[in-house]
């Protein structure tokens, strides 16, 4: 079995406060892009978990690998023993604030309940609500990207309402030659308290109201992620953003022409990676 696992970005978050559980109080609107990493599973005869990852800019312990973690916490929630091998194929960027590694989780739990279901006539082996449970046990992020689409989400990622008329995007997303890990990013940002968040349907809703609340903080430290906005708004985007904690920042464009003709150029400055890329209204795994 093979599936793809999207990136996300988040063309508003709000950071309200630190919970007394030590995460942090948000309100974002997280939307799918066509920015996939691949999965592939199959049966390992020699047992076990066998993971092998390609293409990959970082290095982590085995067993701290989100994939790998996913696994983990699924054999020991269903009692079942993982004798498969999986391959993952990165292509969406780590430490950017794009989802890589929860989409990733997200997968792999969708795939092994799925594969591990009683019968073909049942959905999987745990219910979707204790699927909901570990994917939130293994990072905010992840609960989203178990149904991938266009959603507001509150709390510290597991209130999640989809959002039926979200526009669609047509984006150039840049990454710098930096990594931004989301725990630094927390440590330095400032939260503030509202109550009231801005209702998107149109691209000119969207042009009025893009916040992200790490730029506050993140700018200032890494002048490279203002430099790579303006390039942006330069080349045709009405709005450009830093995704999430960062470092990736995206572009958004009125028309497919601006979009082809910004990532045309933007390419040829070697800022770091580029991608032409859009919003997805749905994603299903398999």
């Known amino acids: 079995m093979k599936i793809l696992t999207p990136a996300k970005i988040n063309p508003l978050l709000y950071i309200l406060g630190k919970r007394e559980d030590g995460f942090h109080e948000l309100y974002m609107h997280m939307v799918p892009v066509n920015l996939f990493d691949t999965l592939s599973f199959c049966e390992n005869k020699k047992k076990g978990l066998n993971f092998k990852m390609k293409g990959a800019n970082f290095s982590v312990p085995l067993e ?40 990733n989780a997200a997968g792999v739990l969708q795939v092994l309940n799925h594969i591990f279901r009683p019968s073909s006539t049942q959905i999987g082996l745990l219910p979707s609500e204790k699927l909901f449970e570990l994917a939130l046990e293994l990072g905010s992020d992840v609960p989203f990207f178990l149904a991938p689409s266009p959603c507001e989400i509150r709390g510290r990622g597991e209130e999640i309402n989809p959002l039926k008329k979200y526009p669609e995007l047509m984006l150039v997303i840049m990454k710098p030659h930096l990594s931004i890990s989301t725990p630094t990013a927390y440590q330095n940002c400032l939260a503030e308290k509202c109550t009231s968040f801005p209702e998107v349907k149109t691209l000119v809703d969207l042009q009025n109201h893009l916040n992200n609340q790490f730029e506050t903080s993140l700018l200032p ?18 709005g ?24 045309k150029k933007l390419s040829c400055l070697h800022t770091g990676e580029i991608y032409s890329c859009e919003t997805l209204t749905t994603h299903r795994y398999f």
Do not use: W
Request: hydrophobic residues 45%.
């Open 64 to 103: 701290e690998n989100m994939v790998v973690r996913a696994v983990r916490l699924f054999e020991k929630t269903a009692g079942v023993t993982v004798d498969i091998e999986i391959i993952l194929e990165k292509n969406i960027p780590s430490g950017a604030g794009l989802g890589g590694g929860s989409g």
């Open 240 to 263: 450009a953003l830093v995704s999430g904690s960062g470092s990736a920042v995206f572009g958004i464009f009125y028309k497919k022409k601006l979009q082809k003709h910004a990532f």
């Open 221 to 238: 430290q890494y002048p490279v992620l203002s430099e790579l906005k303006c390039l942006l708004l330069q080349n045709g985007a009405f």
